[in-house]
């Protein structure tokens, strides 16, 4: 078998370059995304600030996904109240009207900021796509540095501009102290 013939039955999630410093992290992610890569992330063992604007990560939907959760949860708490109060068993005390929306609002406003918070955790997890057990970035060897004090970018094989070897060179030349295969 040739040797051509054996890269391509090994297929590799990407190539991962480590760095000692935050700056040269982000100085190589903005290298990455002037250059055109698209595919990308970093892992670090503390926030860096900028990286995710380097990356070129843009704003998400999980404000929308908690307005819409307190939204409901607004319209669910007062609904529920109403029901029980006007519709299901109305108790006629004193005179006082049944759809008395003062009384509402306590139970109105919690039940608002427990369905944000629960929309906000679930939106969080699912947007971020956790739980995630495994990773293929898990396989580099020395990717456990990246919680210690080491700096890792990694261009995924799934970008339009990836090549195996121009990629590699390229992530040489940002200064890197290693470029690693991350195999699947």
Partial sequence: MSVSETEKMVTIYGLMAEFD????????????FAEG?????????????????ALGFRK???????LAGGILGCI??????????VVDYPLNIGG?????????????FELTI????????LGLLALNGLPMPYHPVFNVERFHFATRNRFFLCIEAADPKFDRQATGRFLESA?????????Y
Avoid: H, K
């Fill in 76 to 85: 669910g708490g007062f609904y529920l109240q109403y029901w029980v109060s």
């Fill in 37 to 53: 890569y698209r595919r990308m992330d970093a892992y670090s063992p503390f926030p860096v600030d900028g990286l995710a604007e």
């Fill in 96 to 108: 006082r009207p049944l759809n008395s929306w003062p009384a509402f609002i306590p139970v109105t």
């Fill in 175 to 183: 200064g890197s102290q290693g470029v690693y295969e991350v195999e």
């Fill in 60 to 66: 998400t939907g999980l404000p929308l996904i908690v």
């Fill in 114 to 121: 427990l369905a944000a918070a629960l929309s906000a955790v």
């Fill in 21 to 32: 410093a935050p700056e040269a992290l982000l100085e190589a992610a903005r290298r990455s």
